[in-house]
């Protein structure tokens, strides 16, 4: 008798919902929570090739914390293309310019480097404040 192994397909997925409130959290810590949800580690039925991930909203992000003095170290770059286009920002000033910015950048880096990554981050869902639109999808809370 041989043993067969199932995979699961995208057919088979079921997604929740989850939210997750990052308020006086510490920013890769929660991080990579969200990115664990996102790609689905925590499910029986996890492939590598299939995502199977759940959605995950994200609220308070204005009070995400880092630690050590990295408030004014942590650098964000980004570059127009252009000769001397380069722009960077410290994590203080991006904070109060766009916290939402911050979790996103977060996360993008703390999953594989696939084509399944433009999927999982779609299905995440960033609020600088408590209020979300997404009551009508009953989300469960998850503590971090």
């Given at each position: 008798m041989k043993y067969k192994t199932d995979w699961s397909k995208k057919e088979d997925v079921k997604r929740e919902w989850y939210?997750?409130?990052v308020k006086d959290q510490i920013l890769g810590r929660a991080s990579t929570k969200i990115a664990s949800l996102l790609i689905g580690k925590g499910k029986a039925d996890i492939v590598p090739n299939v995502d199977g991930g759940d959605f995950v909203i994200v609220i308070n992000t204005d009070f995400v914390k880092v630690t050590r003095g990295k408030?004014?170290?942590?650098?964000?770059?980004?570059h127009s293309?252009?000769?001397g286009g380069l722009k960077e920002i410290v994590f203080a000033d991006q904070i109060k310019k766009n916290s939402t910015?911050?979790?996103?950048?977060?996360?993008?880096?703390?999953?594989?480097?696939?084509?399944l990554r433009d999927g999982r981050m779609s299905r995440l869902f960033i609020y600088k404040g408590a209020e979300h639109k997404n009551e009508a999808q009953k989300p469960i809370e998850y503590k971090i």
């Amino acid at each position: 008798m041989k043993y067969k192994t199932d995979w699961s397909k995208k057919e088979d997925v079921k997604r929740e919902w989850y939210i997750v409130d990052v308020k006086d959290q510490i920013l890769g810590r929660a991080s990579t929570k969200i990115a664990s949800l996102l790609i689905g580690k925590g499910k029986a039925d996890i492939v590598p090739n299939v995502d199977g991930g759940d959605f995950v909203i994200v609220i308070n992000t204005d009070f995400v914390k880092v630690t050590r003095g990295k408030a004014l170290k942590k650098t964000y770059y980004r570059h127009s293309g252009f000769p001397g286009g380069l722009k960077e920002i410290v994590f203080a000033d991006q904070i109060k310019k766009n916290s939402t910015k911050v979790i996103e950048f977060a996360v993008k880096n703390m999953l594989p480097k696939d084509k399944l990554r433009d999927g999982r981050m779609s299905r995440l869902f960033i609020y600088k404040g408590a209020e979300h639109k997404n009551e009508a999808q009953k989300p469960i809370e998850y503590k971090i």
